[in-house]
């Protein structure tokens, strides 16, 4: 009955195992995938910028002011703990 039980554990371990290997798998495919997101918006920003330059002003002045706006209306101590 022992032998059973260890073959149990043994298992659970072999389970565990692949659960972290699946989360760090997880993670590098997360960070991969917000990287490529970056590059496409980061590249799609130029070539709006090269293709359409009046567009491609009128929408980072769009962006520029939502932000203004966001760190006028919200309160300081919200931006402290947005990293805790």
């Known amino acids: 009955m022992e032998c ?5 554990d043994d298992l659970d371990d072999l389970y565990g195992v692949f659960g ?3 989360e760090r798998l997880r993670r590098i495919l997360l960070k991969t995938a917000g990287f490529a997101m970056v590059l496409a918006v980061a590249g799609g920003g130029i070539f ?3 293709a359409h330059p009046p567009i491609a002003l009128a929408t980072s002045t769009m962006l ?3 932000l203004l706006y ?3 209306t919200v309160p300081s101590s919200r931006w402290t703990r947005a990293g805790a």
């Open 70 to 72: 966001r760190t006028v």
């Open 4 to 8: 059973f039980l260890q073959y149990l």
């Open 64 to 66: 520029f002011v939502t």
């Open 48 to 50: 709006l910028a090269l």
């Open 20 to 22: 972290l290997v699946w």
